[in-house]
């Protein structure tokens, strides 16, 4: 009596876990291939992303169409912003990567920036008037934040092939591409690294709404891109 009792105690809880399982399954997937979710750890993209939102990505977004200036995109760091080995090992990465999966933490190695030139451009700073320049031509950055300057720090770098020059909206406490002109890579970010594009902010609620992908950017490139 007391085995036929528990049967169907154990088969429900048998079909709970598989559930459970099936949904982080599904929910893997579709991270994996269309919408990851992300935490903004920064003020870097203010006044578009503040710290602390939490952002939905498209990984398709770029496949029918190509990253271009002005997109705002999310992108794998590791290798130009951050080191290729954590030095955390592989328990250290685990629970680390559960806690970013889980929306508990901000990745160390994923980070969000605006596209300012692609392949071909030549990008510098600054010109008589104080703005950036892309292939001889200012740039127009009605997205920087209220009373910073496109940027203190003078730079002029020639995109290369497969490869992207990025900065954060929030100059004055952005480190982008600027920042690292000296490393390995100059700090430009490999196009196969971008991971995708925000398209809705899902929190905090008061700021719950999508993000439009803003209109191409600047003049065009020296190879006709």
């Given at each position: 009596?007391?085995?036929?009792?528990?049967?169907?105690?154990?088969?429900?809880?048998?079909?709970?876990?598989?559930?459970l399982?099936?949904a982080?399954?599904a929910?893997?997937?579709?991270?994996?291939?269309?919408i990851?979710?992300?935490?903004?750890?920064?003020?870097?993209?203010e006044?578009a992303?503040r710290?602390?939102d939490?952002?939905?990505?498209?990984?398709?977004?770029?496949?029918t169409d190509?990253?271009?200036?002005?997109d705002?995109?999310?992108?794998?760091?590791?290798g130009?912003?951050?080191p290729l080995?954590s030095?955390r090992?592989?328990?250290g990465?685990?629970?680390?990567?559960?806690a970013?999966?889980?929306?508990?933490?901000?990745?160390?190695?994923?980070?969000?920036?605006r596209?300012i030139?692609v392949?071909?451009?030549l990008?510098a700073?600054c010109?008589?008037?104080g703005?950036v320049t892309v292939n001889?031509?200012?740039l127009?950055?009605p997205?920087?934040?209220?009373?910073d300057?496109?940027?203190?720090?003078e730079?002029?770098?020639?995109v290369p092939?497969g490869?992207?020059?990025v900065?954060?909206?929030?100059?004055s406490?952005?480190a982008d591409s600027r920042?690292?002109?000296?490393?390995p890579?100059?700090?430009m970010v490999?196009v196969?690294r971008?991971?995708?594009?925000p398209?809705?902010?899902i929190?905090?609620l008061?700021?719950?709404?999508?993000?439009?992908r803003p209109a191409?950017?600047?003049?065009?490139?020296q190879?006709?891109?």
């Amino acid at each position: 009596m007391d085995q036929t009792k528990r049967q169907p105690r154990i088969k429900g809880w048998r079909f709970a876990l598989l559930v459970l399982c099936s949904a982080l399954v599904a929910s893997g997937l579709v991270r994996a291939l269309w919408i990851d979710g992300y935490f903004i750890p920064s003020q870097s993209m203010e006044p578009a992303f503040r710290q602390d939102d939490r952002i939905l990505v498209s990984r398709t977004a770029f496949q029918t169409d190509p990253v271009r200036r002005g997109d705002i995109v999310v992108f794998d760091g590791r290798g130009t912003f951050a080191p290729l080995d954590s030095g955390r090992g592989p328990l250290g990465e685990a629970i680390t990567g559960a806690a970013v999966w889980l929306g508990l933490a901000g990745s160390d190695t994923m980070y969000i920036k605006r596209v300012i030139g692609v392949p071909g451009d030549l990008v510098a700073c600054c010109d008589s008037a104080g703005m950036v320049t892309v292939n001889g031509e200012p740039l127009d950055e009605p997205y920087l934040y209220p009373g910073d300057v496109p940027s203190t720090q003078e730079f002029e770098a020639l995109v290369p092939a497969g490869r992207l020059w990025v900065m954060g909206d929030h100059r004055s406490v952005s480190a982008d591409s600027r920042s690292l002109l000296g490393a390995p890579g100059g700090g430009m970010v490999p196009v196969d690294r971008v991971v995708g594009r925000p398209i809705r902010i899902i929190w905090p609620l008061d700021r719950f709404a999508p993000v439009p992908r803003p209109a191409a950017a600047g003049p065009s490139t020296q190879n006709g891109q």
